[in-house]
């Protein structure tokens, strides 16, 4: 629903404000075109684009980053009665799923841009930027650990190969996942429409499927698809409950790289700007 004002004889269309997150190693204005796009379509939204956690930041652990974020957008999202929309791209949609399972909000539309909802496990730029020594096989064995722990992406490394280890010391995305706090799911189901969006072609986030909650099988690199999930059959934290009531909406687009999904105005046009009323 989109607010309406009546002034006078006319009528002020009003949209709900929008929270826009970066990702890894970036900042808020690396969201600057993003913003133009939101305000180009919709005159006059107000839009938070969160400065925070930028670039080498990006690595604090995600609990951290997770209070941190909701503490800045906080106020702003207090301020509008009629809900607000929350955008975030690649790390920083696990960063924004947290403060929709850690807190109640009055969140409308939650879009989640090629972010790995189901974790990471795949050779990237960022992780032989941090670690040259290691390749995804045997990168577990720098992540799965106190030290390891204190940056961002162990918080989501989710090796196949290695789930017991996975469970046993990652601090972050199985505790979102599995349902260990039932206040997780009673908060996310607060929200009325989630977009996951992501493709084939991304080159980072790996599975590619993560983005949309699809992950690897055990021991094994097929990837099983999102309602195969465990956290989705036993609706450890509220997804297959909205995805039942029709407020899941899955894009695939392929021939995008994982850093042009924020620059991409078709993109855009097509799976975001319909859900921003």
Request: negative net charge; aromatic residues 12%.
């Amino acid at each position: 629903m989109i607010p309406v004002t009546n002034v006078a004889a006319g009528i002020v269309i009003t949209y709900r404000p929008v929270v826009v997150l970066h990702g890894i190693l970036a900042s808020d204005a690396s969201m600057a075109g993003f913003v133009n796009y939101i305000q180009t379509a919709h005159p006059g939204t107000q839009v938070l684009n969160v400065d925070g956690y930028n670039d080498i930041l990006s690595f604090v652990p995600m609990w951290d980053q997770m209070k941190g974020v909701q503490a800045k957008i906080k106020s702003f999202v207090d301020d509008s009665p009629d809900g607000v929309h929350m955008i975030c791209y690649s790390q920083g949609g696990l960063t924004c799923r947290a403060i929709l399972q850690s807190f109640q909000t009055n969140v409308h539309t939650f879009v989640s841009l090629s972010s790995p909802q189901a974790g990471q496990y795949g050779d990237t730029d960022y992780l032989n930027f941090l670690f040259p020594n290691f390749t995804k096989e045997n990168l577990y064995l720098a992540l799965y650990n106190d030290l390891g722990q204190d940056v961002s992406v162990g918080n989501y490394w989710n090796d196949p190969y290695h789930q017991d280890l996975y469970y046993q010391h990652c601090n972050y995305l199985p505790l979102l996942n599995n349902g260990t706090n039932p206040a997780y799911k009673t908060n996310f189901l607060n929200v009325k429409q989630l977009v996951l969006i992501g493709g084939p072609d991304d080159g980072v986030i790996t599975p590619w499927e993560s983005s949309q909650f699809g992950f690897y099988e055990d021991n094994s690199q097929t990837v099983a698809d999102m309602k195969s999930q465990n956290f989705y059959t036993k609706d450890s934290f509220g997804l297959r409950t909205l995805d039942m009531e029709g407020k899941v909406a899955r894009y695939t687009i392929p021939g995008v790289v994982h850093t042009n999904w924020h620059q991409n105005q078709s993109v855009f046009d097509c799976c975001i700007k319909p859900w921003l009323d």
